[in-house]
């Protein structure tokens, strides 16, 4: 029996250690397990950019391109009605001055919450009606400019309601009214608007869908 036991453990096809077959076992699921993982991570440091790019894509394009408001007074009506939401191009007045006609919107001046506006309005939406170093003032329900009458084809004849005292207007600022304009608080009773308080263009009404166009 002595002799059987030894010759057992001389054996070359009897291995006495597990080691080498066990770790041959185990190599190949560890490397596949290490490859998930970094392809996992890398899986997922890939959406991490593409997410901060994005936001970063929207920060700049909501800070220096275009920005959406929603419309909470009947100010402008009928061209643009409560409820409605509208595009405002930021970057149109970095190329060019507003025109007559524009519809803008612009930071409320402190004169214009005192006057006639809520306090919580913030920002606010009027249509350019005179430019810097015109002369604007009214006869009836007509507006003259250099005292001259202006063409306003952008709304139906409608009562001015209060009237527009003559003045000129200062240089880098504008006078702007609301389409509503019997029910507008605007530069008749606040002022000219400084240019560095617009926002910029309206471009686009984008809701309700069934009047999704250029206002």
């Not at 596949?32 to 991570?41: G, L, V």
């Not at 790019?53 to 009947?74: M, N, W």
């Not at 405002?88 to 409320?108: C, E, Q, T």
């Not at 029910?183 to 617009?198: A, F, K, Q, V």
């Amino acid at each position: 029996m002595s002799e059987g036991t030894e010759h057992d453990a001389a054996d070359p096809g009897h291995p006495t250690s597990s080691a080498p077959s066990d770790t041959s076992q185990v190599a190949p699921s560890t490397t596949k397990r290490a490859d998930a993982s970094r392809s996992t991570s890398r899986a997922i440091g890939e959406w991490v950019g593409v997410l901060v790019l994005a936001l970063l894509a929207a920060f700049v394009v909501r800070a220096f391109i275009f920005q959406t408001f929603y419309i909470p007074s009947g100010s402008m009506e009928p061209t643009l009605q409560i409820g409605d939401r509208i595009v405002v191009s930021k970057l149109s007045y970095r190329i060019h001055a507003p025109g007559r006609g524009d519809i803008i919107v612009f930071h409320a001046p402190p004169r214009e919450q005192s006057a006639c506006a809520d306090p919580q309005i913030k920002d606010l939406v009027k249509r350019v009606i005179g430019l810097p170093g015109e002369t604007i003032s009214s006869r009836g329900n007509q507006v003259l400019i250099n005292g001259k009458p202006i063409a306003q084809p952008w709304f139906p004849a409608t009562a001015l309601g209060p009237a527009i005292e003559p003045q000129t207007i200062p240089a880098n600022q504008y006078f702007v009214m609301g389409d509503n304009r019997t029910n507008s608080c605007d530069s008749r009773m606040w002022g000219t608007l400084p240019r560095t308080d617009i926002i910029g263009h309206v471009v686009l009404r984008i809701w309700p869908i069934n009047r999704i166009g250029i206002p």
